[in-house]
């Protein structure tokens, strides 16, 4: 066991899970939370509420992420800030980033409760709009702190829906998309650290029977948007030589992305959209349109994977007698964790007893972005049967419960090793 007399209060956490759950929770017990909704911003006001109540003061920035900062008994070093987000994807979990926020709650709260005197002092942090909206956009406050997104890029953007500008949204919010570059964006090593805690979203803990790990790397991810060109033509009378049909051959690319993860056990490549044209029961497909969403943290993977695919993609192009083009959508580079982070979140799981388990991230998160502005890291809680983005969403109890003391022991060691 570790050496610390702090314990974090697990029963506490689960009953604010439960709490901030009962917002966006919908008739079939999914959870809808989405940027700019009127649950946003009830679990804004509740988060505040609660972070007020343990001794923070509130701030929230141009962008509306919602910062915590301890009162009173601060220390003068930079931060250890720990955090994820508060919105969810339509109809989703319980889990999925509020598991995160509601951590580094407890985690701050056993800090001020305990008295500890630290180097650092440790700050919580929700980030706005981390999960894909409406307004068609992910992790939208880490973007914006890290300057990937400025002022000029979200004047562009708007809700695809209702049309509605992200300026007023953000306005309604409490942040103002105007002042970004002098209240949200932040100077590189302006924090000492970021730690942010998040359900793995897949199965290999659970599955392992294990409870935590550390994030070496957050994937990277490739998508492309292919057209398969064929011919229209009568569905009856055509006969199975004289056919360019665009959705067999898109059937076709769906199978060689398929095999390209056979290939490749560290890939996971989908297409998750597909719409052909002029998609009637009568006629032979003409045109269609789908998706690739290429995810690795392994360059040469990845490289590897592409090559095999273009030569698919020729293959299917000479028997099917289509003409296939691809457009690229998206090259976002892996982003490795710090490495000082890592080491500090196995030390704390071993001190724990856990076994010292280093896992990759194959879905995206903040702490992709907040690694460009400081040393960053990620636990992972093992998921009850990998289930994510939907209701039935969990993490267990006790794995919760040793993710939040592991996180303890990762802010205090941090704060011994890092510079001030």
Known sequence: MAGNS????????????????????????????????????????WLKNLWEKIG??????????????????????????LGSHHDTVPNGGAYDGALGVLMATEVVQTLIEGGAELRHPVWTLSMTGEEPSDFSVSTLGSKVLCGRLVEKDLEQIRNRVTGE????????????????????????????????????????????????????????????ILYVHGEANHAGTTQLHDRRDALAAASDIVLAVEDLMREAPDLAA?????????????????QVMLTLDLRTANPET????????????????????????????????????DGDVVRAIGDAAEA?????????????????????????????????????????????????????????????????RLPI
């Open 352 to 416: 724990l007893g856990e076994p010292r388990r280093e896992l990759v991230s194959m879905a995206g998160h903040d702490a992709a972005n907040l690694a460009r502005l400081t040393k960053a890291g990620m636990i992972f809680v093992s998921t009850v049967s990998g289930y994510s983005h939907c209701p039935q969403e969990a993490a267990p109890e006790k794995a919760v419960a040793v993710a939040a003391q592991a996180m303890l022991e990762t802010v205090l060691l941090l704060d011994r």
């Open 165 to 224: 500008k992200l300026e007023t949204a953000i306005e309604r919010l409490g942040g103002d998309i105007h002042r970004v570059a002098e209240d949200a964006l932040l100077e590189k090593g302006r924090l000492a650290a970021f730690i942010e805690c998040h359900i793995e979203q897949g199965r290999r803990l659970y599955d392992a029977g294990e409870n935590i790990a550390a994030v070496t790397c957050i994937t990277g991810i490739y998508r492309e």
């Open 302 to 337: 990845r490289a590897a994977a592409l090559e095999h695919f273009g030569e698919a993609v020729r293959g299917i192009e000479q028997a099917r007698g289509v003409v296939i083009e691809r457009k690229l959508n998206l090259d976002q580079a892996e982003m490795p964790m």
């Open 56 to 81: 923070l003061g509130i701030r929230t920035d141009a962008i509306a992420n919602l910062w915590g900062k301890p009162r009173s008994g601060a220390a003068e070093g930079r931060p250890i800030v």
């Open 6 to 45: 702090l314990h974090v209060n697990a029963a506490r956490l689960q009953e604010n899970l439960e709490e901030l759950a009962k917002i966006g929770r919908n008739e079939s017990g999914g959870i809808d939370r989405q940027l700019a909704s009127p649950a946003d911003s009830e679990a804004r006001a």
């Open 270 to 286: 989908t297409v998750g959209h597909i719409q052909a044209q002029p998609n009637a029961s009568n006629i032979v497909p003409a």
